[in-house]
């Protein structure tokens, strides 16, 4: 009886020992479970496209209106999914207009942040300093800085990383002196040039030099600095002469101030600028008279279809108007993420590189281009060209240094 007892109890604790391994069995399969979502859950790898910009030193305006495109179609790719799954960040530092604070802020981007690409700024003076370190870093920067020094160096070959998403200002001030020559029959001409900006004299010398391949003359060639506000001396000395038109190519700050001072002088000659004259060339006060016989180059043809359909987009994002760079913003970092996503899995400056050589044409709001893989420019992109009427930009046609387009 005692050993039937025995039995008995032995039988009953294998029982619940067999029962208790049965209940873990459960548990350790939920967490296998669990493991696997966490694993599918997982946020997709980030690709990450460094901005370089005046965020708040003397261009805060064109720089802030390309950070505004980039991001706008940041928001887009990424709602759309991404490109090739990987969502995309804008990692954006400020240069404050300063030279060496640019070159600071490019090393912290490519070595702390681990950015692959960058995204440049619309101001030469930048461009021309970094072009270097671009080669140091070997990071490709698509960037709107015109100046021919920021993309080709000598003695003529280009600079590695350093491409240009905009006509050029060689280009640029070519073109607005053929139309001169051509369509309004000017051959008597003064330049009133900033020499500390690069970008002012990179228009100013090809300027002048169709110019005078064309049997024009420059009868007068004043000069300023960043500082100066008062261009009247200036303006007087070019009223003595026989100058016909005045090309002043230069930023913002200063375009207003030399159309109001011109014709407060009563300087009567053709006003000729560059592609910063409207909208950001214009003060609230600026009398539409003092503009009335302006012509200047431009990106896009603000009346296209297209083109204004974008702007409108762009105006009910941000609540503001778009400038000139917001387009060829737009653009830049259009052509980035072509590059990008023509890399596939393999996102890395030496992939995006060879694909901004190689990358064939791009569709964009200032037409349909490719880059010259011996210059990193825009290969025959056209420049609108407008006047003022009542204050108000007109497009007259295109044009490039050869002539209309047709």
Avoid at 5 to 14: A, D, G, K, N, Q
Avoid at 40 to 55: M, R, S, T
Wanted: with cysteine; aromatic share 8%; net charge negative.
């Amino acid at each position: 009886m005692k050993k039937l007892s025995i039995l008995i109890i032995f039988v009953m604790i294998s029982a619940l020992l067999l029962s208790a391994c049965a209940e873990k069995e459960p548990e350790v399969v939920q967490e296998e479970t669990e493991t696997e979502d966490v694993v599918a859950e997982k946020e997709p790898e980030v690709i990450k496209i460094g901005n370089l910009q005046d965020e708040s030193g003397p261009m805060a305006a064109l720089s802030g209106a390309v950070t505004l495109a980039a991001e706008m179609r940041i928001e887009e790719v990424n709602a759309a999914g991404g490109i090739n799954g990987r969502m995309l960040e804008l990692i954006t530092h400020d240069t404050r207009g300063d030279v060496n604070e640019a070159i600071n802020a490019l090393t912290r981007m490519v070595v702390q942040d681990d950015v692959q690409v960058v995204l440049g700024p619309p101001v030469s003076n930048i461009g021309i300093a970094i072009a270097p370190i671009s080669e140091e870093l070997q990071v490709p920067i698509v960037g709107l800085f015109m100046e021919d020094r920021c993309t080709i160096r000598e003695p003529g070959t280009p600079w590695s990383y350093m491409f240009l998403a905009q006509n050029s200002a060689s280009r640029q001030g070519e073109s607005i002196a053929a139309y001169a020559v051509q369509e309004l029959g000017l051959t008597k001409f003064a330049t009133l040039v900033n020499t500390a900006n690069s970008y002012s004299v990179g228009l100013a010398e090809p300027f002048k030099a169709l110019v005078r391949a064309n049997g024009g003359e420059v009868v007068a060639e004043e000069t300023y600095n960043w500082e100066d506000k008062d261009f009247r001396a200036q303006l007087t000395n070019i009223k003595g002469t026989d100058a016909e038109a005045l090309f002043f190519p230069g930023y913002p700050p200063e375009i207003p101030l030399i159309l109001a001072q011109a014709y407060e002088l009563g300087l009567d000659v053709v006003m000729l600028g560059n592609n910063s004259v409207a909208p950001t060339g214009f003060a609230p006060t600026t009398d539409p008279a003092a503009t009335a016989n302006t012509f200047y180059p431009y990106g896009i043809d603000s009346s296209d279809p297209s083109v204004s359909d974008w702007a409108a987009k762009y105006e009910a994002r941000w609540e503001t108007k778009p400038l000139a760079q917001s387009f060829s913003g737009d653009d830049a970092i259009g052509i980035i993420l072509q590059a990008i996503e023509a890399c596939g899995d393999d996102v890395t400056s030496a992939c995006i590189t060879e694909k901004l050589n190689t990358m064939g044409e791009f569709e964009g709001l200032q037409g349909t281009f490719a880059l010259d893989p011996t210059t990193h420019q825009p290969i025959g992109l056209p420049m609108a060209i407008f006047t003022i009427t009542d204050g108000a930009p007109v497009f007259l046609e295109w044009y490039t240094p050869d002539g209309p387009v047709n």
